[in-house]
């Protein structure tokens, strides 16, 4: 049986970004103030028997109000938890853990590399280091087989633009209508693109397939299996 839940949140907000994708902003009622390292997350109970993550796409520095952004496609226990959720129903869920977060101390370059809804720990990971004026560089590719699975790309961007220590490389899987940037594999593009990648930090976030492939290829270019982190979404 699941932990019992020691955290609740009343919802302050819904919104859907796309037809399968919405953000749930959590107003903290017990914990008034949620402490959390960028990049963890919450697990909800939804039923005896089953719980699930949900990373917080927030800044640690937001504590009273939470966000999270879920993918409702896959139309299980989860989906239909979040589609039924409405403004001023209360969740309760268990606290912070996850470890797909920058390593302590180091100041590395960091390389991420996300897939579809496996961006969202990566934007409370950049709000963060934004509020500190990037100490160190990072460099996020990003691929999603549609612009509207492209999740918070005009947010990176103006980031990309605000900060020379943040790149950003966004890239679709397959062409879309409203698309003009680049089509094809990030794989590919980060294989092509980052070189030797001795004394980086890496963090990898999206399905298994894509998480495998990158963690091989960053083994390949000289990162220590120890400084590599990943979670695999599906």
């Known amino acids: 049986m699941p932990k019992a839940p020691s955290c609740r949140a009343r919802v302050a907000a819904v919104r859907w970004l796309d037809p399968v994708l919405l953000e749930v902003d959590l107003a903290m009622i017990e914990p008034p103030e949620l402490a959390f390292d960028a990049g963890q997350w919450i697990a909800i109970p939804l039923g005896e028997k089953t ?3 949900y990373s917080m796409a927030s ?5 009273r109000l939470i966000r999270l952004c879920v993918d409702v496609k896959p139309g299980g226990s ?5 589609r ?17 977060t920058l390593i302590a101390d180091s100041t590395a370059p960091v390389l991420m590399v996300a897939e579809e809804v496996g961006v969202v720990p990566f934007r409370s990971i950049l709000l963060a280091q934004a509020e500190e004026g990037f100490p160190r560089p ?4 990003f691929t999603a087989p549609t612009l509207g699975h492209l999740l918070y790309d005009a947010e990176f961007r103006a980031l ?15 062409p879309d209508p409203g698309w003009s940037g680049e089509v094809g594999s990030v794989l590919a593009a980060v294989e092509r693109e980052a070189g030797e990648l001795r ?10 397939d894509l998480v495998k492939a990158a963690r091989e290829l960053c083994l390949a270019r000289g990162i220590e299996r120890k400084r ?5 979404f599906w």
Do not use: N, W
């Open 160 to 174: 990309g633009s605000r900060h020379q220590q943040f790149r950003y490389r966004p890239m679709l899987s397959a």
């Open 51 to 53: 719980v699930r993550p």
């Open 199 to 208: 004394g980086h930090d890496a963090l990898l976030c999206g399905g298994g």
């Open 59 to 63: 800044p640690p520095s937001e504590r």
């Open 84 to 100: 039924e959720l409405g403004v001023g129903d209360e969740v309760r869920f268990q606290p912070p853990l996850g470890t797909l």
């Open 138 to 141: 990072m460099m996020l590719y």
């Open 78 to 82: 989860g989906s239909r938890y979040f």
């Open 228 to 232: 590599i982190r990943y979670e695999k």
